[in-house]
């Protein structure tokens, strides 16, 4: 059963609606953070990511959407997809998000159970809170808060491998397009700036990856007896690694522009130090803006390095080595042009003739999206309701490679990125948390969403979410 509301609910009672909904959001979250999500079958059974998707599914049948189902992708996960017809002359609304979350890593490091929803100083602590199960309760506050008032239509797409990167969804977009079709599409999985900044993501880096084996001997040799000439295989790799970053630290990949400028507005420097839990005396890595370094150049990290561990190793020269190397990349570069730069640039960067492979993975290309049309206005609407405050923008350093397979399949379709994500949240690491006033005022502002752009769609934009000040 949906929750009725007037049809002509004022805003106040619509923010009222929401508030007394928040006893069921936490519940609701509880729950599904109780299910270990994680789409890695080396790490965790598939029917836990099923069970997630069950439930997603009859959550939003619930909230009323209709013929909700799971639909299997190439890669072998579920997508949840519904509908809820629109009414006559209304547009109709996507609304993405994923239920698959990332592995908990040093379950030591979390001050609380990663799978058991825990409040502490205001905050709920789990993983997936708010990557990106806090952005499927912050759909359903806002539907339920609306009731039988749904002023549009509305599609359904929650995802289960979005964060292994495999690319289920996007392959099975192109071929099922009418399935997802939608005039505005809500894409769910980023947030604001900082808490009580209403926040639209226009920018998105692209990705690519590889992973680089350097092979020196043909098996491990005693230090003893061969250490100094024997050819080092972990010294060539590191060497190797070194090379992608200038002394300063800034990236420097042969064949990308490694000095673009950030043409929005800035992000303070101590402010990005306190969000990302710079240690103190610790400097920032390369040059130029926060911003340019963020949203404007590539950037490189080594995310793991299989090598012997320090424990149980050995008094050996180390005959192979490798390592997983991620490059972000700025909207203007391909990412396909930048995975071949980096495989390029590592080959040459081996020394003393080391023998190296390299194995690509999976590119993302970057995404820009236009914010001068009748979705962004009603966002911008609904976040100065419910915020007291016009949408702001900024950049993201992340990747979603879906957002340029849904632009290049509906090229019509606006394309809005927000969420309750922000920096406190610490997604993907431990301790990962959500701001609870966060899932409450976007849902608030998502109600509000879908009323003004129902009531504007086809009237031309005032302009006025893309005179909004960038914040960063």
């Given at each position: 059963?949906?929750?009725?509301?007037?049809a002509?609910?004022?805003?106040?009672?619509?923010?009222?609606?929401?508030?007394?909904?928040m006893p069921?959001?936490?519940?609701?979250?509880?729950?599904?953070?109780?299910?270990?999500?994680?789409?890695?079958?080396?790490?965790?059974?598939?029917?836990?990511?099923?069970?997630?998707?069950?439930?997603?599914?009859?959550?939003?049948?619930?909230?009323?959407?209709?013929?909700?189902?799971?639909?299997?992708?190439?890669?072998?996960?579920?997508?949840?997809?519904?509908?809820?017809?629109?009414?006559?002359?209304?547009?109709?609304?996507?609304?993405?998000?994923?239920?698959?979350?990332?592995?908990?890593?040093?379950?030591?490091?979390?001050?609380?159970?990663?799978?058991?929803?825990?409040?502490?100083?205001?905050?709920?602590?789990?993983?997936?809170?708010?990557?990106?199960?806090?952005?499927?309760?912050?759909?359903?506050?806002?539907?339920?808060?609306?009731?039988?008032?749904?002023?549009?239509?509305?599609?359904?797409?929650?995802?289960?491998?979005?964060?292994?990167?495999?690319?289920?969804?996007?392959?099975?977009?192109?071929?099922?397009?009418?399935?997802?079709?939608?005039?505005?599409?809500?894409?769910?999985?980023?947030?604001?700036?900082?808490?009580?900044?209403?926040?639209?993501?226009?920018?998105?880096?692209?990705?690519?990856?590889?992973?680089?084996?350097?092979?020196?001997?043909?098996?491990?040799?005693?230090?003893?007896?061969?250490g100094?000439p024997?050819?080092?295989?972990?010294?060539?790799?590191?060497?190797?690694?070194d090379?992608?970053?200038?002394?300063?630290?800034?990236?420097?990949?042969?064949?990308?522009?490694?000095?673009?400028?950030?043409?929005?507005?800035?992000?303070?420097?101590?402010?990005?130090?306190?969000?990302?839990?710079?240690?103190?005396?610790?400097?920032?890595?390369?040059?130029?803006?926060?911003?340019?370094?963020?949203?404007?150049?590539?950037?490189?990290?080594?995310?793991?390095?299989?090598?012997?561990?320090?424990?149980?190793?050995?008094?050996?020269?180390?005959a192979?080595?490798?390592?997983?190397?991620?490059?972000?990349?700025?909207?203007?570069?391909?990412?396909?042009?930048?995975?071949?730069?980096?495989?390029?640039?590592?080959?040459?960067?081996?020394?003393?003739?080391?023998?190296?492979?390299?194995?690509?993975?999976?590119?993302?290309?970057?995404?820009?999206?236009?914010?001068?049309?009748?979705?962004?206005?009603?966002?911008?609407?609904?976040?100065?309701?419910?915020?007291?405050?016009?949408?702001?923008?900024?950049?993201?350093?992340?990747?979603?490679?879906?957002?340029n397979?849904?632009?290049?399949?509906?090229?019509?379709?606006?394309?809005?990125?927000?969420?309750?994500?922000?920096?406190?949240?610490?997604?993907?690491?431990?301790?990962?948390?959500?701001?609870?006033?966060?899932?409450?005022?976007?849902?608030?502002?998502?109600?509000?969403?879908?009323?003004?752009?129902?009531?504007?769609h086809?009237?031309?934009?005032?302009?006025?979410?893309?005179?909004?000040?960038?914040?960063?």
């Amino acid at each position: 059963m949906t929750e009725p509301g007037p049809a002509n609910d004022p805003i106040d009672d619509l923010a009222d609606r929401v508030a007394a909904l928040m006893p069921r959001a936490k519940a609701d979250l509880a729950e599904l953070v109780r299910i270990p999500s994680v789409a890695d079958a080396r790490q965790f059974p598939p029917e836990h990511c099923l069970r997630a998707a069950e439930w997603v599914a009859a959550a939003f049948a619930e909230a009323g959407l209709e013929d909700v189902r799971l639909a299997a992708t190439p890669d072998g996960s579920h997508a949840v997809l519904g509908h809820r017809p629109a009414p006559p002359g209304a547009p109709t609304v996507l609304l993405y998000s994923h239920y698959d979350v990332q592995p908990p890593l040093d379950d030591s490091a979390w001050q609380s159970p990663p799978f058991e929803l825990t409040e502490r100083d205001g905050r709920w602590y789990g993983r997936g809170t708010a990557d990106c199960k806090g952005n499927i309760v912050m759909h359903l506050t806002a539907l339920r808060a609306l009731g039988d008032d749904i002023p549009v239509g509305l599609k359904l797409v929650v995802e289960g491998s979005e964060e292994q990167g495999t690319g289920g969804l996007e392959a099975y977009v192109p071929d099922h397009a009418d399935e997802l079709r939608a005039d505005a599409l809500l894409i769910c999985d980023t947030g604001n700036a900082a808490v009580g900044i209403p926040t639209a993501t226009t920018v998105l880096r692209g990705l690519a990856n590889v992973v680089v084996t350097v092979s020196t001997l043909a098996g491990d040799l005693h230090s003893g007896m061969f250490g100094g000439p024997a050819p080092d295989a972990l010294a060539a790799l590191i060497r190797m690694l070194d090379s992608l970053r200038d002394t300063d630290g800034t990236t420097r990949v042969n064949g990308l522009d490694n000095d673009g400028i950030w043409p929005g507005i800035g992000y303070d420097e101590q402010q990005f130090r306190a969000d990302a839990g710079v240690l103190d005396g610790v400097g920032l890595l390369g040059s130029g803006s926060v911003a340019d370094r963020l949203w404007a150049r590539p950037a490189v990290t080594v995310l793991g390095i299989d090598c012997p561990p320090v424990v149980g190793s050995a008094a050996a020269v180390p005959a192979t080595a490798r390592a997983r190397v991620s490059l972000r990349v700025p909207p203007g570069t391909d990412a396909a042009a930048a995975a071949d730069a980096l495989a390029a640039h590592l080959r040459a960067a081996a020394p003393w003739g080391a023998r190296v492979e390299v194995e690509r993975e999976g590119t993302g290309s970057a995404f820009r999206a236009s914010t001068d049309g009748p979705a962004y206005a009603a966002l911008d609407r609904a976040v100065r309701d419910a915020y007291g405050k016009p949408v702001s923008f900024l950049g993201q350093g992340g990747s979603i490679p879906l957002c340029n397979v849904l632009a290049g399949t509906f090229p019509d379709a606006e394309l809005i990125l927000m969420g309750v994500e922000e920096p406190r949240c610490l997604i993907h690491a431990p301790n990962e948390s959500v701001e609870p006033s966060e899932i409450e005022r976007m849902a608030h502002a998502e109600a509000l969403f879908l009323r003004y752009y129902a009531a504007d769609h086809g009237q031309p934009s005032d302009g006025a979410a893309s005179s909004s000040a960038d914040y960063c």
